[in-house]
């Protein structure tokens, strides 16, 4: 194939060659013949490694863990999906907004946050702004006026904001938050459960996996042309010693000395 080396290839049948000695062309052609199937056994087993690898390698899916025993709940396959991001800066981050979002679904509360938000809790106040731009479930419906005081402003060109209220953003904040910290309270059965989902991958591959029968052909392929290469080394060399028996040369009697 374009992508194989043919050094390689042309070293394996020099092996060959030096292990079987071959004398003539059909001995020649049954040579060739083994290192183009020993050549191919090997090319099966680097197409089977590297599926393999590329297989267990690859990320978990979120209904692998499900099949695997952990349970399911809304707001996490985006965290199954890669756990990677579950850092201690993430969670700590979600830890306080979470505190944060519950605590100023009262007006009162949201009025006195929306005063000092941009200054102490930049992040969480640019988070809640870009919900009430892009609210997360689509919905539609005009912001309240307290909403429009915190996402709209003198330096803002979009006053009439079209948004969920409040509520449903504060809403889906805590869900969203609530479901990393439940994610990370449980990493440690999901970094167990990696290992189960590695090892069910590796059954299904062998179960089901079509290189065994091809790799069994070709070596019994590889079997037959050995035995009849071996057979017509054998062939020659008894064909060698009649031919040296029939010319070599008949020595004269000996005569017996007179007494």
């Known amino acids: 194939m374009p992508f194989e080396n043919r050094q390689e290839f042309d070293e394996l049948k020099e092996l060959f060659i030096q292990d079987f000695r071959p004398n003539g062309v059909t001995e020649f052609s049954l040579v060739h013949e083994l290192t183009v199937l020993a050549w191919k056994k090997l090319r ?10 590329g297989l267990l390698q690859a990320t978990e899916t979120p209904e692998e863990f499900y099949d695997a025993g952990f349970p399911r709940r809304d707001q996490i396959d ?25 605590h100023i679904r ?27 731009r892009n609210p997360p479930g689509g919905e539609d419906g005009k912001v ?18 079209s ?12 869900e969203e938050s609530e479901a990393v910290l439940y994610v990370a309270e ?19 591959f062998m179960e089901t996996t079509g290189v065994a029968r091809p790799y069994q052909e070709l070596s019994r392929s590889f ?20 031919d040296i028996a029939a010319e070599a040369p008949v020595l004269p009697a000996s005569k017996s000395r007179k007494s």
Do not use: C
């Not at 199954?80 to 979002?101: M, R, V, W, Y």
């Not at 929306?114 to 930049?122: F, I």
């Not at 409040?166 to 889906?172: G, R």
């Open 186 to 204: 449980h990493l440690e059965k999901l970094m167990q459960l990696k290992d189960l989902i590695r090892d069910r991958r590796l059954k299904n």
């Open 163 to 174: 948004a969920v209220s409040i509520e449903n953003i504060l809403k889906f904040v805590i």
């Open 223 to 242: 079997f037959k042309v050995l035995a009849e290469l071996r057979k017509q080394q054998e062939w020659r060399y008894q064909k060698g010693l009649i």
């Open 44 to 53: 099966l087993e680097k197409i089977e490694n590297n599926f393999l690898h």
């Open 106 to 132: 009262k007006s009162e509360a949201l009025n006195q946050f929306l005063g000092t938000a941009q200054e102490k809790y930049s992040e969480f106040y640019e988070r809640l702004k870009e919900a009430v």
């Open 78 to 102: 985006w965290l199954l999906k890669d756990l990677s991001i579950l850092t201690p800066q993430f969670i700590k981050k979600h830890q306080t907004e979470l505190e944060l979002a519950k």
């Open 144 to 161: 309240r006026l307290i909403v429009v005081s915190f996402a709209g402003s003198k330096n803002d060109r979009d006053e009439d904001i």
